[in-house]
């Protein structure tokens, strides 16, 4: 009687899932798995015979959109429903009844990642493990001139592994088209750079010339590693044009064709997690904003995450990266879900940045967790290795998800601001010539960091995006301290910018655009920048235009 009672009532559901949805339907028209059970006392027609027919007055429920309906990612559970759509006018026979409009997976891709204090001795091993004889060493000149920094220790790493390396160190902070050119030019034709200290090639274990380099290392912040991650491309695929991976509507945006060398990222900031993504940012000169190239296959091999390479982080430094991971958690968790993104014509068209899912939501809330926990004592107190050690593994944890889901607009809108930036520079930041940076003209040296220029749009976005997912905004404001339990919805995103803005004034990031340089006269050209952002304006979870954009870049003028 039992089993009986449980098949009447899964009959009974499968009923009333076909009659309002259809058989054609991709989810709910799979009834004939189970209507195929046969029993003694239970015969049923096959579930295409059941669409349209009147149903006993026990079995039918209302129907308020029709046959078309939608499957929505659940935010309080996060169940996984898929976003469907199908036309009663459709015949069961039309390939266009049976193909969803929206994505119905997501995909996981990360690094490997090993995190301690004094990890970074053992990348020599690791290059060994590999079979590497050649490794390509990336830096920049700050952290090349500094006599005991991590570069120094993966150099003797890699000497006591008897392993050849040439280091580059011309890696330029927030690096450009031509940069990332030139770094692709060095792993092709290392002979190119003139005898200097910027040129150190260690083959004392090879009498020969080395061999063509067959693995890379990355060690600094994320322009090094994303230097490392272009070059590394442009070396293994010497016959493509820049623009070919860049992407769309910049560049081509086509996908990466195959594997590259292995990486080794030895991240030495905490924020970027670019140890742990497939995303490489450059400033595009000629249109004076940034972009970048996204593709699973660039990800680094093994990101070494070690605590002791953040311990002499000048304090703005720290600040900055760690706004950047802030907002790397607040965007993935706020994001588009997955299953409203378009369906890709083909799976390995689905793009890196593919909103938010489940498997990013548990990251992208531990990290915002982490961080809003440890970055004001990490920055306050570099002594500090508790709250610093956090915030770095906090950083790896922000990168795994939004390197599977994404960013929106903060990070859309950040693009426009570095690249249009005039004449600020912050303090702590190196010189312009130890950035990678030749003076020429005026702004050649000016520098918003990149993760400030997330934040400073940070209070404006997040007021203007929690309408259209109050939950998930008030999930974050609470995690970031606030007390949420009397907050209505439409108060929402005011509650989570106060909550940004507090760590702001507490960490003395400027206040707004217009203390960096900016005006209202700068706002047609900052939405310019921003409109070709597609891969991560489109993830906003309002859309936004031109007139959306412009409005929130003058909210943005003043954050406090």
Known sequence: ??????????????????????????????????LSWRTPSILLASSSSLRGRSLPPHLRIPINNGSRHRHSYNNNNNNIRRSLSSSSSS?????????????????????????????????????????????????????????????????????????????????????????????????????????????????????????????????????????????????????ADFLDFVNAPVGKGLPVPGPVLPLIAVPTTAGTGSETTGVAIFDYESMG?????????????????????????????????????????????????????????????????????????????????????????????????????????????????????????????????SGLVRKYRPEGYPSPSMSGVHVHKEGDGALVPHGMSVVLNAPAVFRFTAIANPERHRLCAQLMGADVSKVDDEDVGKVLSDQIVKMMKRLHIPNGLSAVGFSRDDIPDLVKGTLPQHRVTKLSPRPVGEEELAKLFEDAMVAY
């Open 289 to 417: 904003a940034k972009t970048g190239i996204a593709s699973r296959r660039l990800k680094p091999t093994l990101g070494i995450v070690d605590p002791d390479n953040t311990l002499t982080l000048p304090p703005m430094v720290a600040a900055a990266s760690g706004f950047d991971q802030l907002c790397h958690a607040l965007e993935s968790y706020t994001a588009l879900p997955f299953d409203r993104r378009p369906m890709p014509p083909s799976p390995a068209l689905r793009p890196a940045y593919q909103g938010s899912n489940p498997f990013s939501d548990i990251w992208s809330l531990e990290a915002l967790k982490m961080i809003s926990q440890h970055l004001p004592n990490a920055v306050e107190d570099p002594s500090n290795t508790h709250a610093r050690s956090q915030v770095m593994l906090a950083s790896a944890y922000a990168g795994i998800g939004f390197g599977n889901a994404g960013v929106h607009l903060c990070h859309g809108m950040s693009y426009p601001v």
């Open 91 to 239: 015949s069961p026979s039309s390939p266009s009844s049976s193909l969803p409009l929206h994505d119905t997976a997501f995909e996981v891709a990360t690094s490997g990642l090993r995190f301690g204090p004094g990890v970074t001795r053992e990348v020599g091993m690791d290059m060994k493990d590999m079979g590497a004889r050649h490794v390509a060493l990336f830096t920049d000149p700050y952290l090349a001139s500094l006599p005991n920094s991590p570069v120094h220790v993966v150099m003797q790493s890699l000497r006591d592994a008897k392993i050849a390396f040439t280091l580059y160190d011309r890696v330029r902070c927030e690096p450009t088209d031509t940069s990332f050119k030139q770094a692709a030019h060095f792993m092709q034709d290392p002979t190119s750079l003139t005898s200097s200290s910027s040129s150190v090639s260690d083959n004392k274990y090879h009498p020969y010339s080395p061999p063509a380099f067959d693995a890379v290392i990355a060690v600094g912040g994320g322009s090094v590693i994303d230097t490392a991650k272009a070059a590394n491309l442009f070396y293994s695929y010497p016959e």
């Open 1 to 34: 009687l039992f089993l009986l009672h449980n098949m009447r009532r899964a009959v009974k559901r499968v009923l009333q899932s076909v009659h309002v949805h259809g058989s054609t339907c991709p989810c709910h028209g799979c009834a004939s798995s189970i």
